[in-house]
């Protein structure tokens, strides 16, 4: 079964209520079994125009294990965090 990746560009509005998000999201990585490739970062645009600001990539055993993440209950806590002090662009890709 190929793994799976979620990743997301994200642009932070309120840095301090963000860390409430970052420690929910936290657990609810660890409760889903999540690997963390990259969170944060210095972002260096190779090619094109894209500007992401705060980028996040996760590496699950599968898709189902990554939607399984993103709708807990865990997850959902942190998505309700996040709601007003942040926008999130997230995608799941599969991987090989």
């Not at 125009?49 to 993440?69: C, E, G, I, N």
Request: hydrophobic content about 45%.
């Amino acid at each position: 079964m190929p793994s799976a990746y979620v990743i997301a560009n994200v642009d932070v509005h309120d840095p301090v209520q963000y860390e409430q998000y970052k420690k929910l999201s936290t657990h609810a990585m660890q409760v889903h079994g999540a690997e963390i490739c990259i969170r944060g970062g210095a972002v260096d645009v190779l090619e094109g125009d894209w500007q992401p600001s705060r980028m996040v990539m996760l590496k699950f055993p599968s898709t189902d294990a990554a939607r399984a993440f993103y709708d807990s209950p865990e997850y959902r806590a942190a998505r309700q965090a996040r709601a007003g002090i942040a926008d999130m662009r997230m995608v799941l890709v599969e991987g090989m």
